[in-house]
């Protein structure tokens, strides 16, 4: 019978060398983006430290290079979390744990709905306008660090969420589904929405500039045109009005670069018929 010591250097460990390889692998994850399995490439090209730690060459090694090939999309910077899940579980299951292959598969489907939730209102609708906000306003006066303060920025903060987060995920194992449980996930997933709404809303109000030059009256050398009168009643009316418009049009299904098109003609035809400035 083995010693406890015996089993414990027996027993197959993923290391900081696998996690860091995990890490560098995991910037290029969408470079294998597919329309068919989407990232599915990426994260199985991700896990491939971790399993050739754990597996011998062999049918247990290429069950598990199969069994992340499925079908999988979420937010990038938050697969993380979900690869450092994976490699616990593996981990546990190459060392003879009760998991199996549909336990993993369950709990990459599982998490991956929810942190795409968090991952899109939260980066790309708060964390990256911001950013870029920040970045355009100074590249206006002509500075070259505008762009550079938004590329800098937000690699900083996209490698950052990758590195801590595998590490948490492999740390935390399955305790981070019941981490995500309850009602914790749909509280997170809310504020980050409305705090990427209330962002945007800014920004369509800072950024959104429409004019209309048309005269309606001119007294006493006092000219007041139809943008006076709408900046008296609610300054960036027209610049909502056409936020919501196109916010609907996006609802209805309609082809993005198709409104993009639209709204450059619009400004085009407006500016050469003298209705926009």
Known sequence: MLSKQEINKRKKTITNKELTNMYIRSWFLLGSFNFERVQNMGFCFVMIPAIRKLYAAGKERNEALERHMEWFNTHPWLTAPILGVATAMEEEKANGGDVDGTAIAAMKIGLMGPLAGIGDPLFWGTVRPVLAALGAGIAMTGSVLGPLIFFISINIIRLACKWYLLRYGYLKGNEIIQDMAGDRIKKLTRGAAITGLFTMG????????????????????????????????????????????????????VNPLLIIIFIFGIGILGKWWGFLK
């Open 202 to 253: 800014a920004l369509v109000s800072k950024w959104t500039t429409i004019d209309v030059p048309i005269v309606v009256t001119k007294i006493k050398g006092k000219t007041t045109t139809v943008q006076n009168i709408l900046d008296s009643v609610m300054p960036g009316m027209l610049a909502l009005v056409l936020t919501l418009f196109v916010s609907w049009l996006l609802k209805k299904g």
